[in-house]
């Protein structure tokens, strides 16, 4: 038997009519080198039409891949709405990519064409001749007039001013494609994750949450997460449906302009990887000043120091709440926020709550599974491999033969983390499977022993990573970046000895003497994470 609901299609097209219909005079204002750049929700609407118009006078149609590349700015928001509601599919291309692998994405994608920021255009130019499939260029100006010698180059304004703007927005499935972002690929090719409109609007939907980030029309919303990046955690898409005032930093911005932008346009909410908030930290701990009005930070992409949320409690009174995500996941997946019965616990107990990866938002399940397959308990101890699924989690990789050995037979997504669930339901992260060292038939944690040797007081950042050992499989290897002027305190026998203090380690667990090794800095992926395939190459 069913119930007879009205069929009503979940697409971004109803969350552009309602910006229209309800937050005509909200406000979208961009960081640009003149100052801020502001319009209005209507003026947005208006341009989105008009770009639409264009994207299909210059032969897009429904399934066609159009990117992106550029910096968090209303452009790149018109872009976020013009290109899905037409039925097309917007990539994100990750700016911070060598030729080579920006090559490898947009011929992977088949993109048509490339919207580029101005301050990023001469980084296509070595790519054009390798992307056959990209017809045209178009870029988004911020006052320059060179030309870059782009194949098609067309101004965006330009660009803009050849469409009629549609007059009325297609009537789309929700099943459609919308976006495509591709992982970071920490191993072996990136792959795509395609996303549909559905996805995408139970995943703005569940945003709004008060238990996730309770974001509303009431808010000023810094998206400071780059738009590059798992379309900024979907906050431009719920900037939108909600009326915030959407706050973007624009091109290069660096922890002096964050701290202006919360002042200047008011903002309550803000969204960014820890190294942001800790760079902020620290340019307010030289130039004194506070984050008010400031009311809280959404903060992911890596494990928040317990230092850097005791910091923003204790100086700013602003909580950092911890999410944790992939981009597989849209990227939306667990949100640390302690529970009713901890109201009253001791500082130290609801820190222990807000420092794991958090409870699942509301429409993610998680289990954790062993090494068969097998179910594991829910106790926080028992580790196994994290598998999730739920409305806004891809069922495939784009074009990707074989890569059902990401999913379960029974069609839960395996995330590659390895993780603990406690009775409460909050979820740690262990470490991620490539990442465990498998030592004489035991795991050694390598995450583990990273935040241990960077609780040394000489050492700035630390990574450890497997080498082969004929004896015992694998045995880890440490590299570590010593502070200024701290390298003798670090011999190898120095850091053997703080490991074994610990009390975490047991002897065969540390690493040999040979396999300690100082460091200038560790080379890390395109979203600012370690990079560790190029440490382990080493050995290959």
Not at 152 to 171: K, R
Not at 176 to 198: D, E, F, M, Q, W
Not at 223 to 241: R, Y
Not at 459 to 485: C, I, Q, S, T
């Amino acid at each position: 038997m069913h119930g007879l609901m009205m069929n009503y299609p979940l697409t971004l097209t109803s969350i552009l009519r309602r910006a229209r219909d309800l937050f005509a005079d909200g406000e979208i204002a961009t960081r640009e080198p003149g100052g801020v750049h502001r319009y209005t929700y209507g003026e947005f609407y208006d341009r989105v039409l008009r770009l639409m118009g264009a994207l299909k006078a210059a032969g897009v149609k429904p399934g066609d891949r159009i990117a992106s590349f550029a910096w968090n700015r209303y452009q790149h928001l018109e872009l976020y709405f013009a290109v899905p509601c037409l039925g097309a599919v917007l990539h994100t291309l990750n700016i911070r990519l060598s030729t080579d692998q920006l090559t490898y994405l947009v011929n992977h994608a088949e993109d048509r064409m490339i919207f580029v920021d101005e301050s990023l255009a001469e980084q296509l130019v070595p790519l054009q001749e390798h992307c056959k499939g990209v017809e045209r260029f178009v870029v988004m100006r911020e006052g320059g007039s060179d030309s870059f010698g782009l194949r098609g180059e067309t101004e965006y304004e330009d660009f803009l001013a050849s469409g009629t703007p549609v007059t009325e927005l297609p009537e789309l499935d929700e099943n459609t494609a919308c976006a495509i972002c591709y992982t970071s690929g920490t191993t072996g090719n990136p792959k795509g994750a395609l996303y549909s409109h559905r996805g995408l609007y139970l995943h703005t939907m569940a945003i709004g949450m008060a238990d996730v980030m309770g974001l509303s029309q009431l808010d000023s919303a810094l998206v400071f997460v780059p738009m590059f990046h798992v379309n900024a955690w979907g906050l431009p898409f719920a900037g939108v449906m909600f009326g915030s005032k959407l706050v973007f930093p624009g091109r290069n911005p660096q922890a002096a302009d964050v701290v202006d932008l919360i002042r200047g346009e008011e903002v309550t909410f803000a969204a960014g990887v820890p190294t942001i908030w800790m760079m902020v930290d620290q340019h307010l701990q030289q130039h004194g000043g506070d984050l008010k009005p400031l009311q809280r930070i959404a903060c992911g992409g890596s494990a928040v120091p317990a230092a850097l949320m005791r910091a923003y409690d204790e100086r700013y009174g602003v909580p950092i709440v911890q999410l944790w995500g992939m981009t597989e996941l849209s990227p939306l997946g667990t949100v640390s926020r302690i529970k009713r019965r901890m109201r009253n616990a001791s500082p130290e107990e609801q820190y222990a709550a807000r420092l794991k990866a958090g409870i699942p938002v509301p429409g993610i399940e998680m289990r954790i599974e062993g090494p068969n397959g097998e179910i594991l308990p829910r106790d926080g101890v028992s580790v196994g491999e994290l598998v999730v699924r739920g409305p806004w989690v891809i069922s495939s990789y784009y074009k990707m033969e074989g890569s059902n050995k990401s999913f379960t037979p029974d069609g839960w997504f395996r995330t590659g983390d390895v993780a603990a669930l406690d009775p409460d339901g909050y979820m740690r992260i262990a470490d991620r499977v490539k990442d465990l060292i498998k030592s004489g038939g035991e795991w050694i944690s390598s995450v583990d022993m990273e935040n241990t040797l960077m609780a040394h007081p000489a050492v700035a950042e630390a990574a450890v990573v497997a080498r082969p050992d004929p004896k015992w499989d694998e045995r880890p290897v440490a590299f570590l970046v010593p502070r200024p002027g701290r390298e003798a305190e670090l011999t190898p026998q120095a850091v053997q000895d703080f490991l074994a203090a610990s009390g975490h380690f047991a002897k065969w667990q540390i690493p040999y003497a040979e396999d300690i090794h100082l460091i200038d800095a560790i080379p890390r992926t395109s979203v600012g994470k370690f990079d560790k395939k190029v440490l382990r190459r080493r050995w290959e």
